[in-house]
C-alpha cells in the first residue's frame, strides 16, 4: 500500500542554519504530496502541498520539490528561527486518503 | 474562521472502562475525518465520513470503535472497552470536499491514556 518515510529526528539545529528534512514516497499513480507541521500545544496544519511531479510547493519560506523519478518532496529552508521549532510531517494523498509519515521533530537553539 | 473544535482536551481512563470523544468540524465542510495518533507516529485514519455517510473505515477496530456523524455536521467517537494501546491523541479534521486538492484543517486532538 502507500506508504510515506522520513528521517528520524531530532533534528538539531542553529539559528540560521540550512534545513532539510528528508521524505519519500510509495504510491500507486501520482498523488498529491503535503507538508503538515505541528508546533508545541497546537493541531496539525498545512505548510505546503504539490499536486505533479516537478510543483514546488512554498510557505512561511519552507519549500519542497515533487521528484517523480526520486519519489521524493524534501522539505528545505535556507535559514531556520526558533519559531519553527515543531514536528514535520510528510503525508501524501492516495485515493482520497491522506497517508502521513512518523514525523521528524526539529529543535532550533538560538 | 472558527477552527475545529474538539473536547475533551485530555481523558484518563482505566481499561475496560468506555469513553467518548465530540468534534465540531468547521462550517460547511462536507468530509470529516478521525485519526489516531499514537506517540511517535504519524496520524493514522481511523475513519472517514463524507455529509452523514462513512467514506472509509477499513482501518477501524470495529469490534471496540464506533463513530457517527448525525445531521452531517457534528461526530462523536467511541472507544468501548478500551485497551491499554488505545492509548493516543485522537484528532478530528475537516475539508470542505472529498480529495487532497482541499486542504485539511485540523482540531488540537484529545488525548487520552488508558490505565
Known amino acids: 500500500g502507500d506508504s510515506v518515510t522520513q528521517m528520524e529526528g531530532p533534528v538539531t539545529l542553529s539559528e540560521e542554519a540550512f534545513l532539510t528534512i528528508n521524505c519519500t514516497y510509495t504510491?500507486?499513480?501520482?498523488?498529491?504530496l503535503f507538508w503538515y507541521v505541528q508546533y508545541p500545544g497546537e493541531g496539525l496544519q498545512l505548510l505546503l502541498k504539490?499536486?505533479?511531479?516537478?510543483d514546488k510547493g512554498s510557505n512561511k519560506g519552507f519549500e519542497a520539490t515533487y521528484r517523480k523519478e526520486t519519489t521524493s518532496f524534501h522539505l528545505e529552508k535556507g535559514s531556520v528561527q526558533v519559531s519553527d521549532s515543531a514536528v514535520y510531517f510528510c503525508?501524501?494523498?492516495?485515493?482520497?486518503?491522506?497517508?502521513f509519515g512518523t514525523g521528524t521533530r526539529l529543535l532550533v537553539s538560538p | 474562521e472558527a477552527g475545529v473544535a474538539q473536547s475533551p482536551r485530555y481523558k484518563i481512563i482505566e481499561k475496560r472502562q468506555s469513553v467518548a470523544f465530540w468534534c465540531n468540524p468547521i462550517?460547511?465542510?462536507?468530509?470529516l475525518y478521525w485519526y489516531q495518533q499514537i506517540l511517535g507516529q504519524g496520524p493514522k485514519l481511523l475513519i472517514q465520513?463524507?455529509?452523514?455517510?462513512?467514506?472509509?473505515d477499513s482501518q477501524l477496530p470495529k469490534d471496540r470503535f464506533s463513530a457517527e456523524r448525525l445531521k452531517g455536521v457534528d461526530s462523536t467517537l467511541k472507544i468501548q472497552p478500551a485497551k491499554l494501546e488505545d492509548s493516543a491523541v485522537y484528532l478530528c479534521?475537516?475539508?470542505?470536499?472529498?480529495?487532497?486538492?482541499?486542504?485539511?484543517?485540523f482540531g488540537n486532538g484529545t488525548r487520552l491514556t488508558v490505565t
Open positions: 479534521a475537516s475539508s470542505l470536499v472529498l480529495g487532497g486538492t482541499s486542504p485539511l484543517h
Open positions: 504510491a500507486t499513480g501520482y498523488p498529491s
Open positions: 504539490a499536486t505533479k511531479a516537478d
Open positions: 503525508a501524501l494523498e492516495g485515493f482520497q486518503k491522506l497517508v
Open positions: 462550517s460547511g465542510h462536507a468530509t
Open positions: 465520513f463524507q455529509n452523514n455517510g462513512v467514506v472509509d
